[in-house]
């Protein structure tokens, strides 16, 4: 089980990027596929999930932020929209296997890692 995240670099606030989640050595529609983020001085949290066809995101970028998944490509994508300063972290993408439908933001659920793609949003 190989997990790759992709899509990081360097944004103005207000702009977009998109994170993409490779996977390899299993297929991302029986896993929860999470993204997670750490910024520098801080614990590592839960960013959006999905597993089958449910979806969670943390408060923070509800309205803001989209997860979807790529069956046809073993992908999950996260569409970051109006992006923020505090926004700016390592985002990496985990998995867990489920068929259950079971989606959680809480890091410890969660068995493979992938790396981290850097995110900067700055002027």
């Known amino acids: 089980v190989q997990l790759q995240a992709s899509g990081g670099g360097l944004v103005r606030p207000g702009g977009s990027l998109r994170l993409s989640c490779a996977a390899s050595g299993f297929n991302v529609d029986y896993y929860g596929i999470g993204w997670f983020r750490q910024a520098p001085g801080k614990e590592r949290e839960g960013v959006s999930c999905i597993s089958d066809d449910n979806t969670d995101y943390a408060d923070s970028v509800k309205g803001r932020f989209t997860i979807s998944r790529d069956n046809a490509k073993n992908t999950v994508s996260l569409q970051m929209n109006s992006l923020k300063p505090e926004d700016t972290a390592v985002y990496y993408c985990?998995?867990?296997?489920?068929?259950?439908?079971?989606?959680?933001?809480?890091?410890?659920?969660?068995?493979?890692w992938g790396r981290g793609t850097q995110v900067t949003v700055s002027s």
């Open positions: 985990a998995a867990h296997p489920t068929v259950t439908g079971w989606t959680s933001l809480d890091e410890g659920q969660y068995d493979y």
